[in-house]
């Protein structure tokens, strides 16, 4: 790959990181439970509220590790990128094509 291209790259990663970090750090608790609990135990019983609000929490942890996952490959693809070895299959060592990194930047294998 060309300078121009790995750099171009490295912009797109940059922002996706920007992005899942965004994401990752802006949930309140409210948003985290989704509606007011009071509000949702005037429709259902108290302990049904308390169930959805801890199903909703649940939720969110899932997403978290999510988040954490999609930061730690945009992480690894930077520094690959910083030592020279983007666009190298981890695996067989060959290139991984340019097509296949468009669609997934992050991406460490050819197949």
């Known amino acids: 790959m060309n300078e121009e ?13 920007d992005e899942a970090l965004q994401a990752r750090n ?9 509606i007011n609990l009071a509000e949702d135990m005037k429709l259902t019983s108290p302990e049904d509220a308390v169930n959805r609000a801890l199903q909703r929490v649940a ?12 930061l ?3 992480e690894l693809a930077i ?3 910083n030592k020279g070895t983007y666009g190298v299959c981890v695996m067989c060592r060959g290139q991984i094509e340019p097509s296949v990194l468009e669609v997934n930047p992050t991406t460490r294998i050819c197949k």
Do not use: N, P
Request: charged letters at 30%.
């Open 59 to 70: 939720e969110s942890h899932v997403l978290d590790a999510r988040y954490d996952v999609s």
């Open 72 to 74: 730690f490959e945009i």
């Open 26 to 34: 802006h949930k309140s608790l409210d948003e985290v439970i989704g």
């Open 5 to 17: 291209t790995l750099v171009q790259i490295k912009r797109r990663l940059l922002c996706m990181l």
């Open 79 to 81: 520094d690959r990128l």
